[in-house]
């Protein structure tokens, strides 16, 4: 987690999602209010069904993680804070294959969704038919489903990427594994500091492959950063049991 888990508090939205125990921190939507914020200028209506569909998104992302658990016989628990999300099991998941698929139903159940909407759309014009309303819903769905799970299997810790890339290279050497994700996840995320820093003063254009476009900004410029000291400081801590 990039920021220190939030205690229960009675803003908290608690419910059950199918049968899974989720809560909502209201730093969560506090995150999205930011995201979304150039959309007041339009309708401050707009706005809020942004927050609603980026919610969403992330919910479905973790509910991928938690169906995979519960295949498993492994009960979680969803919780989202600070823009980011948790499926967290009540038992270890033993073996490695098992934790890749579990790791990596979360982006899955994301390309589903995105890829469930794009089929409506070839189906049916509906965001067109649906006014300005329904296309900001669609795109913001669409293209936030997309472009998290892609972003997720970036392979820096701890991001579903990460995760993948740890399992893989403990598998070749089960003490140095952690620690070679770490230092990879270290370069690669000053790598994308970089690039984000170098998108906004325009000498860098964005980079692309078809619809997908790798975000920069000063969202990412902070994230990155905070993912760069986050796995330097467990890379450090790593060091000294090994």
Known sequence: MLFQNQPPSRYDLNFKLFGIPTRIHPSFFLFGAILTFRLTEINPLLWLVAIVCVSLIVLVHEF???????????????????????????????????????????????????????????????????????????????????????????????????????????????????????????VLSLVYVAYSLGHMTRKIPEVGWGIFVLPAGAFTLILF??????????????????
């Not at 014009?125 to 649906?130: E, V």
């Not at 296309?135 to 489903?145: C, I, Q």
């Not at 950063?225 to 090994?242: E, K, S, W």
């Open 225 to 242: 950063g905070l993912l760069a000291y986050q796995n330097y400081q467990l890379l450090q801590v790593n060091r000294r049991f090994f």
């Open 64 to 186: 991928g993680h938690a169906l995979a658990f519960l295949y498993f016989r492994a009960f979680p628990a969803i919780d989202l804070q600070f823009f980011t999300g948790a499926a967290t099991p009540d038992i270890r998941i033993g073996e490695r294959w098992k934790r890749v698929v579990c790791t990596a139903a979360g982006p899955l159940m994301g390309l589903i969704l995105a890829g469930l909407l794009y089929a409506s759309l070839e189906m049916d014009d509906w965001p067109l038919r649906a006014g300005l309303f329904g296309k900001v819903a669609f795109e913001y769905l669409f293209y936030g489903s997309l472009i998290l799970s892609l972003f997720n299997l970036l392979p820096i810790y701890p991001l579903d990427g990460g995760h993948l890339l740890k399992e893989g290279l403990s598998s070749v050497n089960r003490r140095r594994g952690l620690q070679w994700t770490l230092q990879i996840s270290i």
